[in-house]
């Protein structure tokens, strides 16, 4: 029973932060990727349902979001395109390079977002210590692997992978110095679940667009990342043990997390997406003879009154409602806010690709029935917290393995179709 229960909230965790990867393909960079991240945490927060950890729901959830988000810097299109190649050694470097961008999402998203779990008096987290060490690390491994080494993922292209690779470092070298080990295993979990799921949805995408169906493939990409990064975030988080803190909150120390989360990024999400060339290209596309315009005025407006509303709504409920400066915060709230902040995320991808006038984007609907699925069964499952530590040898082995079955991906990959559109050649 014990088991089942984790399996079915690790299934729920998997396909909320999948969706809304999947939807962030629309969107792209930190932002998006910071939405999507802040939601991937906020189902595993309803999923343990602990009233100590909804006292801190927003500083969690924008923890996992600034994770998750930081990654958002590295550019991989390119990296994507080796994995159409036609010989094996193109193609399993592209894959494996694939693994190395998701596996860092998922370390950062992940690290952060068990650093703030564990997170109490008695063991705080130096978030100004940890902030300049990561900084600095950034800028010596990026010094050092791509203008020193040239060790270069993917020229001509950004190689800003090595910032995030350093700050990784560093996230984990104050987890060892501070015994912050719950926070490293969510961190490795996360990180191997981005990592796999990147690199077999690139696969899938190729085999996808050999089957000659029409579909967007390289949507299911971004939720295979998104559902492998939320399964093992969720897998790392219900197998550590973490201690019990306060069950309500300061109303002012919230403030600030909840303006960025369903305020600040939503706002730059709209302002870097809803430009007015991008919208009448859409609209083009769809119906050359709409009057793209005036259309594009009611998309723009819908958008951004849709989070004006939706933060609104929320400062008060939180903020202004509370007569208490010491306030609690239940399940049905949590449930509330992320569902909130899922559908707006869906109802920004309908507006961005034209889905609300046009059925040419079948995968949109789809985001519907997957946040309909979620909301039907995230309530219902309740997974049991163990204590599994840190076992370096398994996961040594965990490691080699996933790389073999990456290198027959690539077997299979290779095999599988001549040269396609997008194949970049990374070594001749």
């Given at each position: 029973m014990n088991n089942r229960q984790l399996l079915y909230s690790l299934l729920i965790a998997g396909m909320s932060l999948g969706t809304a990867w999947a939807i962030r393909g629309q969107f792209g960079h930190e932002q998006g990727a910071a939405w999507a991240g802040g939601i991937?945490?906020?189902?595993?927060?309803?999923?343990?349902?602990?009233?100590?950890?909804?006292?801190?729901?927003?500083?969690?959830?924008?923890?996992?979001?600034?994770?998750?988000?930081?990654?958002?810097?590295?550019?991989?299109?390119?990296v994507v395109g080796y994995g159409r190649g036609t010989d094996?050694?193109?193609?399993?470097?592209?894959?494996?390079?694939?693994?190395?961008?998701?596996?860092?999402?998922?370390?950062?998203?992940?690290?952060?977002?068990?650093?703030?779990?564990?997170?109490?008096?008695?063991?705080?987290?130096?978030w100004h210590r940890l902030i300049v060490e990561m900084t600095a690390s950034a800028i010596i491994f990026y010094y050092l692997l791509i203008e020193e080494l040239g060790w270069l993922?993917?020229?001509?292209?950004?190689?800003?992978?090595?910032?995030?690779?350093?700050?990784?470092?560093?996230?984990?070298?104050?987890?060892i110095r501070h015994q912050q080990y719950a926070a490293l295993r969510v961190s490795v979990f996360a990180g191997l679940g981005g990592g796999f799921g990147f690199a077999f949805g690139n696969f899938?995408?190729?085999?996808?667009?050999?089957?000659?169906i029409h579909f967007n493939f390289w949507n299911v990409m971004e939720y295979s990342i998104g559902f492998f990064g939320g399964t093992g975030m969720a897998y790392g988080t219900f197998t550590s043990k973490w201690e019990d803190s306060k069950t309500t909150a300061n109303r002012n120390s919230f403030l600030a997390p909840l303006l960025i989360l369903i305020l600040l990024i939503p706002f730059i999400v709209w302002d870097q997406t809803f430009e007015t060339k991008r919208i009448v290209e859409m609209l083009t596309g769809i119906d050359p003879l709409a009057d793209t315009l005036s259309l594009t005025t009611y998309i723009q407006?819908?958008?951004?009154?849709?989070?004006?509303?939706?933060?609104a709504y929320w400062i008060y409920h939180f903020y202004f409602k509370q007569k208490e400066t010491e306030v609690s915060i239940n399940f049905r709230q949590t449930s509330a806010?992320?569902?909130?902040?899922?559908?707006?995320?869906?109802?920004?991808?309908?507006?961005?690709?034209?889905?609300?006038?046009?059925?040419?984007?079948?995968?949109?609907?789809?985001?519907?029935?997957?946040?309909?699925?979620?909301?039907?069964l995230i309530g219902k499952f309740e997974p049991s917290f163990s204590n599994r530590g840190i076992?370096?040898?398994?996961?040594?082995?965990?490691?080699?393995?996933?790389?073999?079955?990456?290198?027959l991906f690539t077997a299979v990959a290779v095999s599988s179709h001549e040269e396609l559109k997008g194949m970049q050649v990374r070594f001749n």
């Open positions: 991937g945490a906020l189902s595993i927060i309803l999923l343990a349902k602990r009233p100590d950890w909804y006292a801190k729901v927003f500083q969690l959830t924008l923890a996992s979001a600034a994770g998750w988000g930081i990654g958002g810097i590295i550019s991989y299109g390119v094996f050694g193109n193609v399993y470097y592209g894959l494996l390079m694939l693994f190395v961008i998701g596996g860092l999402f998922g370390l950062l998203g992940g690290g952060l977002f068990g650093l703030m779990l564990a997170d109490n008096p008695l063991k705080s987290v130096k993922m993917t020229p001509p292209r950004s190689e800003a992978w090595a910032a995030c690779f350093g700050m990784a470092v560093a996230m984990f070298w104050y987890m899938m995408q190729v085999l996808g667009s050999v089957s000659g407006w819908a958008a951004i009154v849709s989070v004006l509303v939706a933060a806010f992320f569902f909130s902040l899922l559908v707006l995320y869906a109802f920004f991808s309908l507006l961005i690709t034209g889905a609300f006038q046009s059925l040419y984007r079948i995968e949109q609907y789809l985001y519907f029935v997957n946040i309909v699925v979620i909301y039907f076992n370096l040898s398994r996961w040594a082995i965990n490691l080699l393995f996933v790389l073999a079955v990456i290198a």
